[in-house]
């Protein structure tokens, strides 16, 4: 699980509202890909991967959740019981709008890692690893799903 921070623009409504300027986007996008390169590394073959924010901005949701799939080759995994707050058809992504239900926005995505191997080989080569290789510069024994 990865509750990545954001613009959180979805508490906005409740008063809260952070600076936005493109710079401080930008450094916030680039944040969130660290840390799900660091959960690529953490997750198992098979293992699940739930990512999330309380922002309404796509480029930190629904395109965070592209990169993945294509990038990274990991798998949809629906959560049946969130359809109703299904984002995008083609996405296993979720979201919660004030207006409609009665919250603060928030959006999740429900993934998957490849059954037979790392899903995150392109991230190994990632120089936020450490010697190892891993996220903490430790071997995989820690690894969680």
């Known amino acids: 699980m990865l509750d990545a921070p954001c613009t959180a623009e979805g508490k906005a409504q409740r008063g809260y509202l952070r ?23 953490l997750c198992r073959p098979g293992g699940r991967i739930v990512y999330s924010t309380c922002t309404f901005a796509d480029e930190e949701n629904e395109r965070q959740v592209a990169w993945l799939l294509e990038d990274h ?20 992504a979720y979201r919660l709008w004030p207006h409609r239900d009665r919250s603060a926005g928030a959006f999740a995505a429900s993934l998957r890692a490849a059954p037979g191997g790392e899903p995150a080989a392109a991230a190994e080569r990632s120089p936020a690893a450490g010697p190892s290789g891993s996220a903490l510069g430790s071997s995989t024994s820690g690894q969680f799903s």
Request: aromatic share 4%.
């Open 19 to 41: 600076a936005s300027s493109e710079t401080f986007r930008a450094g916030l996008r680039q944040t969130q890909r660290r840390l799900l390169e660091h959960a690529l590394r």
């Open 73 to 92: 080759g990991l798998l949809p995994d629906p959560v049946p019981r969130l359809e109703p707050y299904r984002s995008d058809g083609s996405l296993p």
